[in-house]
């Protein structure tokens, strides 16, 4: 089968302008959204634990479960020689957690939820779709998360845990094949690329508790090659029945193998916890993601097309590099039933410069500004999160079409979550 790279298997429920850099996704906690995710994995405030720091479910002392729902602003204004393209649309982002403590030692934890992910939409006329050489239209990304975790705290304040992941993956990259217009003009071909799959993926973590006010917590998230197939649909728009007629005589229409495995990058979580007083606490955390092996997204597809327009393979470059995200978060404890939360963060992009910036990942620096809130009463927490993003200004180069674009990014984010203690 000949490679076929389509700048980005970027699929999931989500979008790498409204996430973490990249495209990682934290959006599975509504009280780690409202202090900007300082503290991942150790504040023992809900289940999220599972998802970032399996050892941190042992500052939660309760059992029960958790229900979460985040809605994520994409908006993007996509500014070139040849006018603006827009987008500007909503994203749900759901997830589970459960935990049951065992004992005082042991914990158990099980979570559904979506760590990676992208969505971008350009309309089919976009200036991106049009005049790029990708020709980029939509590309959506889905990776879901089925997480068993375990964990055990020894009496002298070290805790230990460990999650097995189950990982599906699903895709669809569509394009407008913008260069078979120079082997064949008129011919407008349109490309839907779809692929899914499974994989397995590993986590361990470890915290230490200095006194019942002052933890801190590390974990490491194995990287994951994921093995995925599916079909590869070619269809043409054009009006010329002659041209159609002639296309699906060369067998250049129709359905093909497809096929893809992409690296899903490793990852480092550093988080502190103290509470000052009575009424107030001071979270952070410091994130390391390995995203340099994301170098040349690879894939496989059996159309002929490839060959046709004199191409060995359609590779695109993304030679990212390694990323980091500081955050730093506030808690106020109002009362028994209101605790109420801020945080900042910088969030660096794994992008190196505009040659390797691609429109359907325009990826860039972002700082995030959070609020949020939670309220118990009896079994019952309900927590609210916002953030807004502030995105750097980013642009791409695309070669050899003349296509230069400039992006204006921004995001909202919205999460509500409800818990119930047994």
Request: glycine share 10%.
């Amino acid at each position: 089968m000949k490679k076929l790279t389509f700048t980005a298997l970027a699929l999931i429920m989500g979008a790498s302008q409204a996430h973490a850099a990249g495209y990682q996704l934290n959006e599975f906690s509504a009280t780690g959204l409202g202090r900007s995710f300082a503290g991942s994995g150790i504040m023992g405030d809900d289940f999220s634990a599972i998802g970032y720091n399996p050892a941190g479910m042992t500052a939660n002392k309760n059992t029960g479960i958790q229900l979460g729902l985040a809605m994520t602003e994409i908006a993007s204004k996509a500014k070139s020689k040849y006018g603006t393209d827009k987008m500007d649309y909503f994203v749900p982002l759901p997830s589970f957690m459960s935990q049951w403590n065992i004992n005082d030692k042991w914990f158990m934890g099980f979570g559904v939820y979506v760590p990676y992910g992208l969505s971008t939409k350009y309309k089919h006329d976009s200036n991106v779709a049009t005049k790029s050489g990708g020709g980029a239209r939509k590309s959506y990304l889905e990776v879901i998360d089925t997480n068993l975790s375990t964990a055990y705290r020894f009496d002298n304040g070290l805790s230990l845990g460990a999650s097995a992941i189950l990982r599906h993956i699903s895709g669809e990259l569509t394009s407008n094949l913008n260069a078979a217009e120079r082997v064949q003009p008129g011919a407008k071909l349109y490309s839907d690329f779809k692929v899914k799959g499974w994989t397995s993926a590993f986590q361990l973590g470890g915290m230490y508790e200095f006194d019942e006010n002052t933890r801190v917590g590390l974990s490491y998230r194995f990287k994951s090659t994921q093995r995925t197939k599916g079909k590869h649909y070619i269809s043409s728009a054009s009006d010329n029945p002659m041209i159609v007629a002639g296309l699906e005589a060369m067998g250049m229409l129709g359905k093909f193998r497809s096929a893809s495995d992409p690296e899903l990058p490793a990852s480092w979580i550093l988080s502190f916890y103290h509470k000052w007083n009575d009424k107030w606490a001071t979270e952070g955390t410091v994130k390391y993601v390995q995203w340099h092996r994301f170098y040349v997204f690879p894939g496989e597809t059996t159309w002929p097309g490839v060959a046709a327009m004199g191409k060995q393979n359609l590779d695109v470059e993304y030679r990212w590099k390694d990323a980091w995200t500081f955050a730093l978060g506030q808690e106020y404890y109002m009362n028994d039933n209101w605790t109420l939360r801020g945080g900042v963060a910088w969030d660096q992009s794994p992008s190196r410069n505009s040659d390797f910036r691609s429109n359907r990942i325009p990826d860039s620096d972002r700082i995030w500004t959070s609020l949020g809130a939670s309220y118990k009463t009896g079994h019952h927490q309900f927590d609210f999160g916002y953030a807004h993003l502030f995105m750097m200004h980013a642009s791409t180069r695309n070669q050899p079409a003349d296509l230069d674009v400039k992006y204006h990014n921004h995001s909202n984010m919205f999460a509500l979550q409800y818990q119930y203690n047994f």
